[in-house]
């Protein structure tokens, strides 16, 4: 409740009206919690559309089995041709340190596969050269991954 505090007239005259003074320890928080609010469903709007991926027209199988493995994946998007760059764990980089990081994404494994996601787009040789540097970092089984047919 604010505090009314009179206000004294220099010298003889009329009195003025009382001044009403707000105390700072009466903070009103209703409209700081309907800001939090809002933006807490702001962020909770927004956060699933802020997850980066990479588009990849993956090529179609009719004999396609489901992959139930939780294994390597190395994405192969359509960049490569420009950039030969690849991905590996939500990270880009260039195909020449592949061989490096498939080594240690394997290193406490058993099972040595590693799964290839390549754009339908691309050549057969650009699969075979990534394929290759897979093998040299340690994988013993590379299988390429299809989607299955659209019925």
Do not use: W
Not at 33 to 48: G, H, K, R, S
Not at 132 to 137: A, E, I, M, T, V
């Amino acid at each position: 409740m604010p505090k009314v505090q009179p206000i004294e007239a220099g010298g003889g005259g009329r009195r003025r009206s009382r001044r009403v003074a707000s105390s700072l320890s009466e903070i009103n928080v209703v409209p700081l919690v309907d800001v939090m609010l809002v933006l807490l469903i702001i962020f909770m709007v927004t956060a699933p559309m802020m997850q980066r991926t990479i588009d990849v027209n993956l090529p179609q199988a009719r004999r396609a089995e489901p992959n139930s493995d939780q294994g390597v994946y190395v994405t192969v998007p359509l960049s490569y041709r420009k950039d030969h760059r690849v991905k590996l764990a939500n990270d880009m980089f260039p195909v020449e340190v592949l061989a490096e990081r498939v080594r240690a994404a394997l290193r406490y494994r058993t099972d040595k596969n590693v799964f290839l996601q390549c754009d339908g787009a691309l050549t057969v040789q650009d699969q075979l050269e990534v394929m290759d540097r897979l093998k040299d970092g340690g994988a013993e089984k590379v299988a390429i991954v299809a989607k299955f047919p659209e019925r």
